[in-house]
C-alpha cells in the first residue's frame, strides 16, 4: 500500500548511469576542481546599490593586502575588443565597461590573489561610493511599464475575447515568483593563457561549442585558438546556457595577471551572476459551453526583464498550442527593471504558461462539474491547432489513460475538502504539458577499433540528464556492440561540434547522428566482409583480416525538408497527490506521478530520473521557491540555501515516471522526442489542482506557503 505506485512503474531495465560510478566515487572532475601549475583565485565585489553608477573606487587597501596580484575595476580593467563592436546600454552585460550600475549585486570589481582565502578578504576592503538614481524591482507595481518585445507579437485565432460570450466562463490572475537557477555546481571558470593568442578554458557550461564562440569573439581570437572543456556538468537547466561576465572576467584576469584564474562564484553570487525564471503575472480568461467544449480563451502575461536587455520566453504560447479551441488571443508584455538578466529555466515559458491555463482549465472543470480529465479529452487536439499541421506524433491520450490508472484517479473525491487521511485534508490534481520536440544538427566521428571497442565522440555536453548513457545504449543498439566495449566522449570543444544541450532536444540531436554514424560503420563492415552481415562479435576480425587498425566515420546529421510538414511536441500529464494540514497549511506531497510521450524511450533509466528530477522542480516552484526583494533597496534578501528553500528529500516521499514509449515515426531515426522540458511543465498547475481539491481554497500566487492556506 505504501508504494502503490512504485510497484507498477518498477526501475526500468535498460543500462545504469555509464558514468554513476565515476559521480558517487568523486571520480567525475567539474570545472572548479581542475587545477594547474600557479594558478590564482579571482573574487568578484558587487555593487552596493541598484542603480545609477560609481562615483570613486577605491583599490588601494585590497591591493595592500596579502597575496594580492591585481584589482580589476572598469578603470584599469583592459577594454575587451568584442564588447566595443556592441556597446552597452541595450545587450548583455559587458563587465568592467563603464561606472553604471544595472542592479544591486552587479560585479564591480574582480581582486585575484595566490589563494581564494585572499581574494575573499581583499574584496571585502574595496571601498565604493555612488551616485544613485531611482529604481524599480518590483513586477506588480510596474505592470504598466510593459513593452511588447520584437519576437512576441500579439496572437489572435478566430475572434478576441470569445470566452466573455460562453456560458460558463471565468477570469482570473496568476503570479509566479522569481525563482533563481540553483544547481549543485556552482558557476565556475579555470582559463589560463598560451602567449596572446590562446586560451584554454574550463568552464561549467551547456555548450563548449558556443562558450568557443563568444570567448573568440569577446578576445578577437580564432575560435581554434580557443579551448573549452566541460566533461561533467553539475546540473544546470538553462543557467548556463549562454557565456555569463564572470566567466568572461576570469579569462580577463589570466590575461592581466598571466597566470591560471579560477573564478568560482559564492552560492549568493548565483543570485544575481547566471539568470532565473523572470518573475510573472497571468490572466488567462476562459470560457466553454455547458458540455465542456472550449469556447475561448485569452491569455495575457507580464514577465520581467533587466534594464540594459530583454529577455522574453514563449510563456503565452501554450495557450495557442494546447487545446482544440477556436478562438484564442494572446499578449505578452516585458517589465524592465533593476535586476540582472533572466535566462531559460527549465521548460521555459511553458512552465510559466502551464501553471496559468492548466490552473485555468481545472477551475473551469470544478465550473461545468466535469472530471478534469475529461474536459481535457474533450478538446483535445488531434492536428496542431496554430498551424493547422498533422503532429509529427501525440500519445498525450494514451498518457493521461496511463498516468490516471496509475495513480488511482477514480480514488479522488470530486467534492473539495471531502476527503482526510489521518486528520490531514486529501487532494488529487493533475496537469498537462508540452514543449517543441526538435533536431538539430550534430557530427560525430565514430571509431571501430581491430579490437572490437567503439569510440564516438562529440562536442556536446552532458548537464545532468544521461547524454553518454543515452548515446552508448544508441551506439549499442545499433552496432550490435555491448555498452561496455563502447565509450563515448564528450564536452571537449575541439571534438566534432554538436549543439548546446538544451530545449530538450540532444537525444533527438546527437542521437541521430550517433545512429547513422553507427549505419555507416555497418554499411562498411558488410561492404569488408564481401557485401554480407556480420555479428557484432565478427567486428575485430573483420578488420584484422584487412590488416586495419580502425575504421573511422565523421558524419553530420541533421532533419530533412519533410519536418517541416509536422507539428512536433512532446506531452506530459502530471498527477499529484497531497495532504494538507487543516490548522497550519503544510502542504505534503503524498504521491506524484508524470507520464511522458516523449517518442520512443531511448535510455529508460536515465529517462526515468530525468521525468522525476523535472518533478521535483516542479515541485520547487509551486510550494517554496521565492526570491525576495527588498524593494526599498532592490537588494535579493534570501540569497542563501538557508531563506531561499528547495525541496529536499524529506519534501518529496514519492514521485514516479512512466512512459507511452511509441516512437515518433517522422522526428528521427530513433523515434526519440525530448523530455527536459515536459518534466517540469505543468507540474505546479498539478499541485495546486490538488490543493484546491484538499482544501476548496485556490491559490494562484506561487509559491503555495501555509500562509496562504489558513
Ligand atoms: Mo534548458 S531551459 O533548455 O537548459
Known sequence: MENEILTKAAVPEGLSRVDGRMKVTGKAKYSAEYSTKGVTYGVLAGSAITSGSIKTIDTKTAMRAPGVLAVLTYLNAPKIPGYQENPQPKGPLKIFYDNKIYFNGQPIALVIADTFERALFAAGLIEATYNTEPFQTSLKNNLSAGFSPRNGKDYVRGVENAFKTAPIQLQQEYSIPTEVHNPTELGSTLAYWDGDDKVTVYTKTQGVKSTQRSVAQAFKLQPENVHITAPFVGGAFGSALRTWPHEIAAVLAAQVVKKPVKLVLGRADMFTSIGYRPASWQKVGIGATADGKLVGITHEAAGQTSAYEDFSEGVVNISQLMYACPNVNTKYRLVPLNVNTPTPMRGPGEATGAFALECAMDELAYKLGMDPIELRMKNYAETDPQSGKP?????????????????????????????????????????????????????????????????????????????????????????????????????????????????????????????????????????????????????????????????????????????SKYASYSWSVHFMKVLVHPTTGVVKIDKGLSVADAGKIVSPKTARSQMIGGSVMGAGMALMEEAVIDHRYGRLVNNNFADYHVPIQADIPQIEALFVNKPDPHLNPMGAKGMGEIATIGVAAAIANAVFNATGKRVRDLPLTPDKLV
Open 391 to 563: 503532429y509529427s506524433s501525440k500519445f498525450l491520450s494514451d498518457a493521461y489513460k496511463l498516468g490516471a490508472d496509475a495513480v488511482g484517479w477514480d480514488k479522488r473525491n470530486p467534492k473539495p475538502r471531502a476527503a482526510t487521511e489521518n486528520g490531514w485534508l486529501v487532494g488529487y490534481g493533475m496537469a498537462a504539458g508540452m514543449f517543441g520536440a526538435y533536431r538539430n544538427s550534430a557530427t560525430v566521428v565514430a571509431r571501430l577499433l581491430s579490437d572490437g571497442t567503439l569510440h564516438i565522440e562529440t562536442a556536446v555536453t552532458d548537464i545532468g540528464p544521461g547524454t553518454g548513457t543515452a548515446m552508448t545504449t544508441n551506439a549499442s543498439d545499433v552496432m550490435g556492440i555491448p555498452a561496455n566495449n563502447i565509450n563515448f566522449r564528450l564536452g571537449d570543444s575541439a571534438m566534432p561540434p554538436s549543439p548546446t544541450q538544451g530545449g530538450s532536444s540532444i537525444t533527438a540531436t546527437v542521437g541521430s547522428a550517433v545512429n547513422d554514424a553507427c549505419m555507416q560503420l555497418k554499411d562498411k563492415l558488410k561492404e569488408l566482409n564481401g557485401n554480407s552481415e556480420s555479428a557484432a562479435s565478427g567486428y575485430a576480425q573483420i578488420l584484422q583480416q584487412h590488416n586495419l587498425p580502425q575504421l573511422e566515420v565523421t558524419v553530420t546529421s541533421k532533419s530533412g525538408p519533410e519536418m
